[in-house]
C-alpha cells in the first residue's frame, strides 16, 4: 500500500511540475514580448538585446517540459483526463516557444529600426502587444484551471488584434506612399505588427486546446472546414 501512495505522489508530483514549466515558460514569454516592443518604442537597443538571449532559457524550458512530458507517458501511462492533460501541454510549450521566437523577430527589427531616424509614434503596436500578452496569461490561466469560458474570452480577444494589425498596415502604408525614403523603415514597422498577430494566433491554439482539453470539442478552424 506504501508502495502505491509513494508512486501516485511522485506521479502527482510530476504533473504539477509539467503545470510550473508551463507557467514559468509562459510568464518569461510575456516578459520577452513587452520587453521588445518597449525596445522598439523607447529606441533602447539593449532592451532587444537582451530578448535575443532571453530565448535561449525559453528553448531549454520547452525541451524539459517535453522530456518530462515523455517520461510521464512512458513510465505512469496515464489514461483519460491526464493522458489529455499530458498530451495538450506538449502541444501548448510549442505554440508558447513560437510565440518566444516571434518575440526574437520583433527585437531583432527594433535593432534594426532604431539605427534610423524614428517613424512617428505608433500607440497601436503597444495595444496589440498588451492584448496578446492579456490573452497569453489568461489561456495559461484557463489551462491550468480548466475554464473554457475564459479560453472562449481569449479566442474573441484575437479578434482585437487583427483590427489593430490592419490599421497599422494602413498607416504604415500611408506614410510610404507619402514619403518614399521610408519604405524600408516602414516594412520594418510592418513586420513587426505581423509578428504580434502572429503570437495572437498562436495563443489563440492554446485557447482552443483548453477547450478540447476540458470538453473533446476540437474547435480549431471553425468556419474553415468543408
Known amino acids: 500500500m506504501d508502495q502505491k501512495r509513494r508512486i501516485s505522489s511522485e506521479y502527482e508530483q510530476e504533473l504539477l511540475q509539467v503545470r510550473r514549466k508551463l507557467v514559468v515558460m509562459a510568464e518569461r514569454v510575456q516578459k520577452m514580448t513587452l520587453k521588445a516592443v518597449r525596445a ?15 530565448d535561449r532559457e525559453v528553448n531549454r524550458e520547452e525541451v524539459e517540459t517535453d522530456e518530462l512530458c515523455m517520461l510521464i507517458l512512458a513510465r505512469r501511462q496515464p489514461v483519460a483526463s491526464d493522458l489529455r492533460f499530458v498530451t ?5 510549450v510549442t505554440d508558447v516557444e513560437r510565440v518566444g521566437d516571434l518575440a526574437v523577430n520583433i527585437a531583432e527589427r527594433a535593432i534594426s529600426l532604431n539605427g534610423a531616424p524614428p517613424l512617428r509614434p505608433f500607440v497601436d503596436i503597444p495595444r496589440m502587444a498588451d492584448l496578446t500578452v492579456e490573452m497569453l496569461n489568461k489561456s495559461v490561466t484557463a489551462f491550468l484551471e480548466q475554464d473554457t469560458v475564459l479560453a472562449e474570452q481569449v479566442i474573441a480577444m484575437d479578434d482585437q488584434v487583427d ?38 494566433d498562436h495563443v489563440t491554439n492554446l485557447a482552443e486546446l483548453v477547450i478540447y482539453m476540458v470538453r473533446g470539442k476540437d474547435v480549431r478552424h471553425i468556419g474553415k472546414r468543408d
Open 88 to 92: 495538450i501541454a506538449m502541444k501548448m
Open 40 to 54: 522598439l518604442v523607447e529606441r533602447e537597443s539593449e532592451l532587444a538585446a537582451e530578448v535575443i538571449l532571453d
Open 163 to 200: 483590427e489593430l494589425y490592419h490599421k497599422v498596415f494602413r498607416d504604415v502604408l500611408e506614410i510610404m506612399h507619402q514619403q518614399p525614403e521610408t519604405v524600408r523603415r516602414g516594412i520594418d514597422l510592418q513586420s513587426v505588427a505581423k509578428f504580434l498577430e502572429r503570437m495572437a
